[in-house]
């Protein structure tokens, strides 16, 4: 249905910032409630942000809230994830999720979205 591809990632000192981008291709992007979540090495994959169809509806994970900032842009099929004040807590691999849905429920759980990229690496130095 949709094809899902991050890049931007990479390896920067704390403090830094960075922005990784979900280039979607092969369905209607707008139709799509997207999501960033990372994996760190040993342990579980984690939510970090979702974003309404629209972009006019966005939540975060505690730990990003204030730091992190999700954002789309439809006419160019394309989810944004901007880091800010990066620290070695986020090193990470992370990943770019899509569900289709307009509704306005917030998703947080890895099995409620149905597409996914490959990943994007992630690694801030102390």
């Known amino acids: 249905q949709v094809q899902l591809v991050e890049s931007g990632g990479g390896l920067v000192q704390a403090g830094d910032s960075l922005r990784l981008s979900c280039a979607a291709s092969?369905?209607?992007?707008?139709?799509?409630?997207m999501g960033w979540f990372r994996q760190a090495p040993g342990k579980e994959r984690e939510f970090v942000a979702t974003?309404?169809?629209?972009?006019?509806?966005?939540y975060y994970q505690d730990s990003v809230k204030g730091r992190f900032t999700i954002s789309r842009d439809n006419a160019k099929n394309t989810m944004y994830l901007q880091m800010n004040s990066l620290n070695p807590e986020d090193t990470a691999v992370y990943y770019c999720?899509?569900?289709?849905?307009?509704?306005?429920?917030?998703?947080?759980?890895?099995?409620?979205?149905?597409?996914w990229g490959q990943g994007t690496q992630v690694t801030v130095s102390s």
């Open positions: 999720a899509a569900v289709r849905t307009r509704g306005w429920d917030i998703r947080q759980r890895s099995d409620e979205y149905n597409y």
């Open positions: 974003i309404n169809w629209s972009g006019g509806n966005t």
């Open positions: 092969g369905g209607t992007f707008s139709n799509y409630r």
